[in-house]
């Protein structure tokens, strides 16, 4: 598999050790943390786009291959040689394209690895299609399931469509963990940036119970007096 060996070479030249201590840091890879066990390089998001930009022919097997590495950035950067590859994919490529990353969701497993890949990908490829899968994802025991779930809605946000945000919003709204909070909030204040109604009507039916990550992530551009009105609730 000379291609999925010679993008992991091509990475591990590009890392940096010190580097790596902070990422392992800032993505909680401690015991119990979110993040446990994750290993990381030390390679720069652009430095990966400037490797994934080389590797656009990767297979899936070697996009597989990447994908189950422990390393974080093999990772990401298998899933922007696929976001490459779907943007300029056909109808049927897309497909397999969004198959592949429905079968593969376990090793999508950090946040910045959803948030980069989600509405790209899956929620790119169901803005025509039935979207029941979003709401067997958000039903999931993974968090990471449930935040693609919630992320692949910004596709349809960017296209004046928030229906299904706001009910995976509502689904989740009890959601334990703070990821979820801020994925929730963050998709909601993309709402109100397109249409500032959608986000007021879910804040006024929703405010006084929603977690207060999720409420501050929401509010973050609203003027000062909208603010002060829905955390006073």
């Not at 591990?12 to 290993?39: C, M, Q, S, W």
């Not at 790119?124 to 979207?131: A, E, G, I, N, T």
């Amino acid at each position: 598999m000379p291609g999925y060996k010679q993008i992991k070479s091509d990475l591990k030249k590009a890392g940096n050790p010190e580097k790596a201590v902070h990422l392992a840091r800032f993505f909680k890879t401690g015991k119990g943390e979110y993040g446990e066990g994750d290993i990381f390089w030390g390679i720069t998001v652009p430095a990966q786009r400037e490797i994934a930009k080389k590797h656009t022919d990767a297979t899936l097997e070697d996009l597989k291959n990447l994908l189950y590495e422990p390393v974080h950035e093999c990772r990401l950067t298998a899933l922007l040689i696929l976001i490459q590859q779907y943007s300029k994919g056909s109808n049927e490529t897309r497909k397999n394209i969004a198959d592949f990353y429905l079968s593969n969701t376990e090793k999508i497993n950090n946040w910045d690895l959803v948030d980069l890949s989600a509405d790209k990908i899956l929620g790119h490829y169901l803005m025509d299609k039935d979207r029941t899968i979003l709401y067997k994802l958000a039903e999931s025991t993974s968090i990471w399931e449930q935040r693609i779930a919630v992320i692949s809605t910004h596709h349809f946000i960017k296209n004046i469509d928030f229906n299904d945000t706001l009910s995976l919003c509502e689904k989740l709204m009890n959601h334990k963990h703070d990821l979820i909070h801020k994925a929730t909030g963050w998709m909601l204040r993309e709402a109100g940036k397109k249409d500032l109604t959608v986000l007021t009507g879910f804040l006024d039916k929703h405010s006084k119970s929603m977690p207060r990550t999720m409420l501050r992530y929401a509010i973050e551009k609203l003027d000062d007096e909208q603010r002060k009105k829905y955390m006073i609730k």
